[in-house]
């Protein structure tokens, strides 16, 4: 069975870089039919997608995010990270990470469980 | 347009069928995919494609398109169908990913 943990620092101050990490287990990031996503959530609010990357280091990211956002992927580790610069509070969200088909739906079929980044002083 | 539109917030009655929608130019021309989030847990995908649901998803969980308007119907809604859902395609240009806003189903 797929798994997907992120990890993290819980708080960030403002104007840093946030920095998460996504362990996968249960199967390959390397399989050449899934992008790997990160999307995030603040309280009470809804679904942001943030920025995707396949195993040989494609990304596309969303727009409004883009100049911030870096995604990268470690194979040998069996990991992808997030890096989002210049936080501020209204970065605050449950992080999450997650698989994504690459064929006509593009759906995220396994999330990890999220962790909450606090952006504060 | 780079927007998914959903209602708000929906209710329906305990076995009835209720209909979530989801709107966007984007939808002529990409699938909707459709997750459930209960309080504090992850999404969960719920149907995804034309009309395929992943393993565990029970039948009454459907989805129908009309132009610029997707569908997420529950037939038969159980009260364990309560919780937010989300719709989620590409925008416009094909490059990016949306998400919808999100619609709260109650079940009374």
């Known amino acids: 069975q797929l798994q997907l943990q992120e990890s993290g620092p819980g708080l960030v101050k403002p104007s840093e870089t946030l920095s998460l990490t996504c362990t996968v287990s249960?199967?390959?990031?390397?399989?050449?039919?899934?992008?790997w996503g990160w999307i995030r959530q603040p309280p009470g609010k809804g679904l942001e997608w943030i920025g995707s990357?396949?195993?040989?280091?494609?990304?596309f990211h969303n727009p409004s995010l883009m100049s911030r956002v870096t995604i990268s992927v470690d194979t040998s580790k069996n990991q992808f990270s997030l890096k989002l610069s210049s936080v501020t509070a209204a970065d605050t969200a449950v992080y999450f990470c997650a698989r994504t088909a690459v064929d006509s739906s593009w759906a995220f079929d396994y999330w990890g469980q999220g962790t909450l980044v606090t952006v504060s002083s | 347009s780079s927007e998914l539109t959903q209602d708000p917030a929906v209710s329906v009655a305990l076995g009835q069928t209720v209909r979530i929608t989801c709107q966007g130019d984007?939808?002529?021309?990409?699938?909707v995919s459709w997750y459930q989030q209960k309080l504090g847990q992850a999404p969960v995908l719920v149907i995804y494609?034309?009309?395929n649901r992943p393993s565990g998803i029970p039948d009454r969980f459907s989805v129908s398109s009309s132009g610029n308007t997707a569908s997420l119907t529950i037939t038969g809604a159980q009260a364990e169908d309560e919780a937010d859902y989300y719709c989620?395609?590409?925008?416009?240009?094909?490059?990016?990913?949306?998400f919808g806003g999100g619609t709260k189903l109650t079940v009374l």
């Open positions: 494609g034309k009309n």
């Open positions: 984007s939808l002529r021309n990409y699938y």
């Open positions: 990357i396949y195993y040989s280091g494609s990304t």
């Open positions: 249960g199967g390959s990031i390397s399989s050449s039919i899934y992008y």
């Open positions: 989620n395609s590409r925008d416009s240009s094909g490059n990016h990913l949306l």
